[in-house]
T-cell receptor, first 111, second 115 residues
Framework: GQSLEQPSEVTAVEGAIVQINCTYQ??????LSWYQQHDGGAPTFLSY????GLEETGRFSSFLSRSDSYGYLLLQELQMKDSASYFC????????????FGAGTRLTVKP | NAGVMQNPRHLVRRRGQEARLRCSPM?????VYWYRQLPEEGLKFMVY????????ESGMPKERFSAEFPKEGPSILRIQQVVRGDSAAYFC?????????????FGPGTRLLVL
């Protein structure tokens, strides 16, 4: 089976940097994905790490350490519109696209 | 290229009725995934299907729930004899035929309310 742990809530101010951690336990692992979901909306893909290290996409970066079963999502220059829930998900065998999600971290950005 | 489509967007059923949720994957995608999300909670995996095959249904309750993805037409998640605890948002996602290893594309979801 799989289990993922991430903080339930994070609060930060506009312009700040926030890091959302994710630790996982899984019997099979291909990579770690991150999704964003605004209230009432659908999850949208943010990033994916298959190898150790940092992946940067604009204001968002994601990091993976396979040996530590750990990753994080880094959001820089926070904006009010970044207030949303962020989910980490492990890509598992069957094929690379099969995933299991964490419970999500609710990020609130304050002025 | 149209995204993943789900209908209906909202569905109200009385206890004991049947709910049918439809999902049309993105063009060219042959892998479909169904998730359930309760308010303020994460996405719970239910079932993973390829055309005409159920690959992994480990997250789907054994009773009352079934899913299919026929050769032609949308994927269907069927809930028989609904109960109030079935009230949730049900999301469908699709991914390409080849192993991209990166992305599932989500539909807008169906909000099921059982009265």
């Amino acid at each position: 089976g799989q289990s993922l742990e991430q903080p339930s809530e994070v609060t930060a101010v506009e312009g700040a940097i926030v890091q959302i951690n994710c630790t996982y336990q899984t019997s099979g692992f291909y990579g770690l994905s991150w999704y964003q979901q605004h209230d009432g909306g659908a999850p949208t893909f943010l990033s994916y790490n298959a190898l150790d290290g940092l992946e940067e996409t604009g204001r968002f970066s994601s990091f993976l350490s396979r040996s530590d079963s750990y990753g994080y999502l880094l959001l820089q220059e926070l904006q009010m519109k970044d207030s949303a829930s962020y989910f980490c998900a492990v890509n598992i065998p069957y094929n690379n696209n099969d995933m299991r999600f964490g419970a999500g971290t609710r990020l609130t950005v304050k002025p | 290229n149209a995204g993943v489509m789900q209908n209906p967007r909202h569905l109200v059923r009385r206890r004991g009725q049947e709910a049918r949720l439809r999902c049309s994957p993105m063009k060219g995608h042959s892998h479909v995934y169904w998730y359930r999300q309760l308010p303020e909670e994460g996405l719970k995996f239910m079932v993973y299907l390829q055309k005409e095959n159920i690959i992994d249904e480990s997250g789907m309750p054994k009773e009352r729930f079934s899913a299919e993805f026929p050769k032609e037409g949308p994927s269907i998640l069927r809930i028989q004899q609904v109960v109030r605890g079935d009230s949730a948002a049900y999301f469908c996602a699709s991914s390409p035929s080849v192993d991209s290893g990166e992305t599932q594309y989500f539909g807008p979801g169906t909000r099921l309310l059982v009265l």
